[in-house]
């Protein structure tokens, strides 16, 4: 997106240490476009780690983001952690006693986004039950950035070119999905999901599918009832309110190429509704956006990899996406 106005550095946190996050941050830079960026981290980490995959990275501290759009073009600003890492770090072998400086960064990254000091931030990787042995007690991201934004329902929406997913719900099992679908539920992620398609990406009018929860949309109750229950009138009621929104859609139907032509983001019951399609479509390319926050904060779709984190052999693709799609979402709000 062209913006004429002068761009602010997006902040880049470390991540789960032992997974894949360092390794990808020194490729995105190495194929650095013109969003410039700093990662929140160890120096001495990503040090090592540009040495071990030997990847040709530079990487220079700062003091402030300030200072990163001037270090950018010749090395990757690296603004130090506030909480040091507690364990040595291996690839691959997670120690839930950095946990403390995996969410340091994190709280870091929001408290510059809200004093207006940098556009943005992407936020690498976590792995939730490794932080939870720590004494983290949200499910994940998400939910631990509404924490910060004063409560504020947070939403996670996936991203590629041609198709956005939300999942109504999210991190539960699924057994537990049916009794955690609310009629308010689906109405509350409708309504964020449409103020940021027009805030965040540039539609005027946008549309939203609904997925059914059932096969076939409940085939008239004859396979379950919360379509008829839950799902459509809370479709009624985002539509009285002026929301271009159509479903309960049977999720067998609604992502092929034709189906989503007809919609700009769909609202899926459940997790994997959401993202089974959007990985087999672009599994390297996704882009987890957290909506309704006052800030703005992208994701790679992917987690973080310790079978892999060794071996030098991880896609930054992602993580490239991620930045390039936080940037335009800076200087849209900017905008409004």
Known sequence: M???RECLPIALTMGEPAGIGGEIALKAWVKRGQVPFFA?????????LAARFAIPCPIQAISSPAEAGAVFAQALPVLPLPVPLAAPVSPGAPDERNGPAVV???DLAVSLARAGRIDGF?????NKAVLQKSGFAFPGHTEYLGHLAGGKPAIMMLAIAGLRVVPVTVHLALRDVPHALTH???VTCGRIVAAALE???GLKTPRIAVAALNPHAGENGVMGSEESSIIAP????LAAEGIAVTGPSPADTLFHADARARFDAALCMYHDQALIPLKTLDFAGGVNVTLGLPFVRCSPDHGTAFDIAA???ADPSSLIAALAMAADMAARRAHV
């Open 122 to 126: 992407v936020t690498n990787p976590i």
């Open 184 to 186: 308010d539920a689906i």
């Open 2 to 4: 062209n913006n004429p």
């Open 234 to 237: 809370a479709i009624a009621q």
């Open 104 to 106: 340091g960064a994190i």
């Open 40 to 48: 929140i981290d160890s120096l001495e980490r990503l040090r090592d």
């Open 199 to 201: 805030t965040d990406f």
């Open 311 to 313: 071996k030098g052999i």
